[in-house]
Each structure stands twice: as structure tokens, then as C-alpha cells.
Nanobody
Framework: QVQLAESGGGLVQTGGSLRLSCAAS????????MGWFRQAPGEEREFVAC????????YYADSVKGRFTISSDYHKNTVFLQMNRLKPEDTAVYYC?????????????????WGKGTQVTVSS
């Protein structure tokens, strides 16, 4: 069983930065695709970014390309999401997810494990 715990969310002004962390236990992240998704109030959960096993591939949603960076620290078994130049439309609960099959997918249904989420609020 894989457990995921997000941290690092908070309130930030437009143009600011935050770094989210996702600590995993139960399985090494180097063997899985790790993804970040977000869900704003009244909206469906949407893909943000993912990194495939041992960081071979990284994918981003068009809305965050050039502003967000996903990375991994295998010694800490932790995935990060560095978010720069934040906008009010980035406001959402951000979820970390893991795909045991390492599909490098943007589809939430292909992820097996989920964290509880961390709130990110960007004020205008």
C-alpha cells in the first residue's frame, strides 16, 4: 500500500511562488509515475504535471508550462512541484498521485493512489 502526504500549500499573492512536496511511503517513487492534479471549487479535477519512473519523462498541462516544474528526490522518496508566477486561476486543492504501472498519463483514472491534498490560494 502506498501512502502519499502533500505539504507546502498556502496563501500567496499573484506572481509569487510556492513549492509543494509529496512524501511517499510503501513503495519507491522511482518505479512509478508520480503526478500532480488540482481541483478548484465547482470544477473537475485536472491534470497539472507528472514525472515517469526515474525521471525519464515529464509532462505538463498547457496552463502551467513554463511556470511549474515537477521533480523528484529519490533518497527522500518525495516529489516536488515548484510553482512560479502564480495566478489567481491556479487557486485549487492540489493532489499528489501515484501510478504503479508507470504510464506517464494525464488521466486521473489511471492513478492508483492519492494524497489528501493541500490548498493553494493565489490572491489578486
Amino acid at each position: 500500500q502506498v501512502q502519499l502526504a502533500e505539504s507546502g500549500g498556502g496563501l500567496v499573492q499573484t506572481g509569487g511562488s510556492l513549492r509543494l512536496s509529496c512524501a511517499a511511503s510503501g513503495r519507491t517513487i522511482s518505479r512509478m509515475t508520480m503526478g500532480w492534479f488540482r481541483q478548484a471549487p465547482g470544477e473537475e479535477r485536472e491534470f497539472v504535471a507528472c514525472i515517469s519512473r526515474i525521471g525519464l519523462n515529464r509532462y505538463y498541462a498547457d496552463s502551467v508550462k513554463g511556470r511549474f516544474t515537477i521533480s523528484s528526490d529519490y533518497h527522500k522518496n518525495t516529489v516536488f512541484l515548484q510553482m512560479n508566477r502564480l495566478k489567481p486561476e491556479d487557486t485549487a486543492v492540489y493532489y499528489c498521485a501515484a501510478d504503479r504501472a508507470d504510464r506517464g498519463s494525464s488521466v486521473s483514472g489511471q492513478y492508483d493512489y492519492w494524497g489528501k491534498g493541500t490548498q493553494v490560494t493565489v490572491s489578486s
